[in-house]
């Protein structure tokens, strides 16, 4: 069955919801307080984590709205390792970080495994006179197939890594060369062999819904093929179309209609993928990711940003959120070396929450979970989120999307593939004007 181009289904615009409030509420006005809050001592319970944005990539994905750059070369990337390095010096000596260890670390894009195994060694050694993770409960890297080796492989290992993260996102050639993609599957089942070859204590699979292309028997094809891997986990995403993506432009610059599925379809094929990998000994730990043994894995990358921890983000335009204040690096290349370059922060903007912001955020970011703890809120809060959101949570216990038992607040199966579109209910009235499909 070919895929729907129902124009009531995939439109342009934001449906994923990464964060609260929304970014285009961020403001250069409230760049004093990220200076002040990274002087300020730091809630001992509050963990902390740092990310890397690695912003190189051999090809840019037609869907892709990450800032990440196809034309820049060996002397780019060295300048480039070197800003990052001495951005974690501007860090190292601030009072918000002194004397915290590392929950955990993320390497993203971007596509980290562009670097060479040798600009991967200097950048580590130039971050380590800085910080440490030797001590961190999970150091991820996200890797591109065909940029993969296994002497960058045996590198990734010596570094640290202990959760590689492989974006195969389909498995069909055509749909990988249509929507932009640098590998094709041979590259995947070359990779696969090298990182099983190495070893990691865990290994991730990303795959997409609904690209360009895809059919019932291409998207069925891919979890065939992703479940003969038998990877750890696998995080499936649905195709969005933001903005600043070569189809979004496509669509509303040029007038040309993409084939990509309605959101309907989309959720089908979610639906199948999550009970073909259960009927395999999965299960469900979120609304994108299965896993293969639920009681032995920890995402702390995920789950300590959803509960509220810290995270210093470096590189061109990463996000960052310390003590409530969240803030974003200047977005382009050459602005955020010289920044660097000069002893500066390379600060864009900001946003200071307030403390119902803060439960907010943590609230619709657990939803993704799909469970909730009407006791962790109280605790951490003094509120009670049935008081607090009776009106919402209400409405989707009235529709059966949710069930609630005792301390317990539970999403189904159906809210949980279509959670990003039931969250904006939660925002303050303020912080509604974004469209989500």
């Known amino acids: 069955m070919e895929a729907t181009t129902d124009p009531r289904g995939t439109e342009v615009g934001s449906y994923f919801i990464a964060n609260y409030p929304p970014f ?62 001495r951005e974690m010096e501007l860090y190292r000596d601030r ?51 065909g940029t993969l080796s296994e002497a960058k492989l045996r590198t990734l290992r010596t570094i640290g890594v202990s959760r590689l993260s492989l974006g195969i996102e389909s498995w069909n050639d055509d749909i990988l060369r249509e ?11 070359r990779a696969w062999e090298w990182i099983g070859d190495v070893g990691f204590p865990y290994v991730n699979v990303d795959l997409i819904a609904g690209m360009v292309g ?90 300590s940003l959803w509960h509220g921890s810290d995270l210093v983000a470096l590189g061109v335009a990463s996000f960052s959120h310390v003590g409530g204040v969240h803030y974003q690096n200047l977005d382009r290349f050459e602005n955020y070396v010289e920044a660097v370059s000069r002893g500066k922060l390379p600060l864009r903007r900001a946003f200071v929450a307030g403390e119902r912001e803060k439960l907010i955020r943590e609230l619709i970011l657990q939803m993704k979970l799909g469970r909730l703890s009407r006791s962790y809120f109280r605790k951490k809060f003094g509120r009670d989120i049935l008081e607090d959101f009776q009106d919402p949570l209400g409405d989707l216990q009235e529709r059966g999307l949710l069930t609630i038992e005792g301390d317990a607040l539970r999403l189904s199966r159906e809210a949980l593939l279509r959670v990003d579109s039931l969250l904006p209910r939660f925002f303050l009235p303020e912080h509604r004007s974004t469209r989500y499909t």
């Open 95 to 145: 009072r918000a970080l002194q004397d915290r260890a590392l929950r955990f670390v993320y390497f993203g894009g971007g596509t980290p495994s562009f670097l060479s195994a040798k600009q991967l060694g200097n950048l580590v050694r130039g971050l380590e006179r800085s910080v440490s993770w030797n001590d961190a409960e999970e150091v991820t890297f996200e890797c591109e197939p």
């Open 24 to 85: 285009f509420f961020w403001s250069a006005d409230h760049l004093s307080k990220v200076e002040k809050v990274l002087d300020r001592s730091p809630d001992p319970s509050v963990p902390l984590g740092l990310y890397l944005h690695v912003p190189f990539c051999r090809k840019r994905c037609k869907f892709c709205y990450f800032r990440v750059y196809t034309d820049k070369n060996a002397k780019d990337v060295e300048r480039y390792d070197e800003a990052l390095v």
């Open 214 to 303: 895809e059919t019932d028997e291409t998207w069925d094809e891919s979890v065939s093929r992703t479940l003969a891997l038998a990877p750890d986990s696998v995080t499936i995403y649905q195709m969005e179309l933001p903005y600043n993506t070569v189809y979004s432009k496509e669509i509303l610059v040029e007038g040309k209609r993409m084939p990509v599925a309605s959101w309907e379809q989309k959720r089908n094929w979610l639906r199948r993928a999550f009970e073909r990998f259960e009927s395999s000994g999965y299960g469900v730990s979120s609304g994108y990711t299965l896993v293969k043994d639920p009681e032995t894995c920890n995402f702390s990358y995920r789950d």
């Open 179 to 189: 929507n932009g993609r640098a590998h094709l599957s041979a590259e995947i089942e």
